[in-house]
């Protein structure tokens, strides 16, 4: 017979290596040098040569826009990953950067129903984001 602390400890541990797991994962997508944006959310990005021409690899992804010459707005779409690819006037490679858009941890709550999830981003109502709806963890 198992006593309920054993097993209350148990689930604590198991749920504190479950986060040990997460951030170790989130800070493994920043230490691996891509380039990190949420969805629906804009980064810019500055250069220090003028850009001529941009490339993203998968455009329902991400977005990336000239705002200047030496200024581009990276733009999150979609989950997922792509790649960006800034050229200058002799086609040489700026930036050559896997990018990686995900969502804004720090808004959101999920809701777990036997084997499906939603996830809701709150900031401030919550509404559910259209690409979660009943995936399944």
Do not use: H
């Not at 541990?13 to 997508?29: D, E, I, K, N, T």
């Not at 006037?89 to 999920?110: F, H, K, P, W, Y």
């Amino acid at each position: 017979m198992i006593k309920k602390s054993t097993l209350f400890g148990f689930a604590l541990l198991c749920g504190a290596a479950a986060v040990a797991s997460l951030s170790g994962q989130a800070f493994a997508a920043q230490d691996s040098g891509m380039l990190r944006v949420y969805m629906n959310n804009a980064r810019v990005l500055r250069l220090d040569r003028p850009v001529s021409k941009v490339i993203v690899g998968n455009d329902d992804i991400a977005d990336a826009t000239v705002a200047d010459d030496r200024t581009v707005v990276l733009t999150g779409k979609n989950y997922g990953s792509t790649n960006l690819l800034l050229l200058d006037g002799d086609g040489n490679a700026i930036v050559d950067q896997r990018v990686l858009v995900s969502i804004d941890e720090g808004n959101t709550v999920r809701l777990y129903k036997q084997t499906s999830r939603n996830v809701y981003s709150c900031a401030p109502w919550c509404e559910e984001n259209v690409s979660s709806g009943g995936a399944k963890p």
